[in-house]
């Protein structure tokens, strides 16, 4: 016979497993945004095929959250661009960003999309938790405002 605290904790992990089947991904992120965002500078679009785009302002950078569906295999993807190509040292700029990824984006990371440094992190919606929705956005919003002014100031454009 199981124990009153065995039942409990079985019970709790019973509906922990049922909350985490039906997260409602975009509630999740429409309300980390709405607790990030600035000046109600928050943006939506949705496709007719079940993609959603979010723009939101955080401190000196623009943040693009995209969810490409519900599913499982679907995924959510969050950028912001902090300095534009070309730019001054090149060769200086690229070695400092791979540090970096090495020592403080934690799940983020910077790269190169159409001759733009973002900093970006994606993640399939498998399993995921709306506290790994809240992190996801927030490093990337912290991590572009964090850096895109001194990324410019050094790097600027050529």
Not at 81 to 87: E, G, T
Not at 120 to 133: D, K, Q
Not at 134 to 143: D, G, N, P, Q, Y
Request: glycine letters at 4%.
């Amino acid at each position: 016979m199981a124990s009153y605290q065995e039942t409990l904790t079985d019970e709790f992990l019973n509906e922990l497993m049922v909350d985490t089947a039906t997260i409602n991904h975009l509630e999740v992120i429409e309300n980390v945004i709405d607790s990030l965002e600035q000046d109600d500078s928050a943006m939506v679009s949705h496709t007719p095929d079940g993609a959603h785009l979010w723009k939101f302002k955080y401190g000196s950078v623009e943040v693009v959250v995209q969810l490409t569906g519900t599913t499982d295999e679907d995924t959510i993807t969050v950028w912001s661009v902090v300095l534009k190509l070309p730019a001054k040292d090149e060769t200086k700029l690229m070695r400092q960003l791979l540090e970096m990824n090495c020592s403080s984006t934690f799940e983020a990371r910077f790269g190169i999309i159409e001759d733009q440094v973002v900093v970006i992190s994606t993640r399939t919606l498998a399993e995921l938790s709306p506290g790994e929705v809240s992190r996801l956005i927030t490093v990337v919003a912290t991590i572009a405002d964090n850096n895109d002014e001194v990324l410019k100031s050094e790097f600027g454009i050529a």
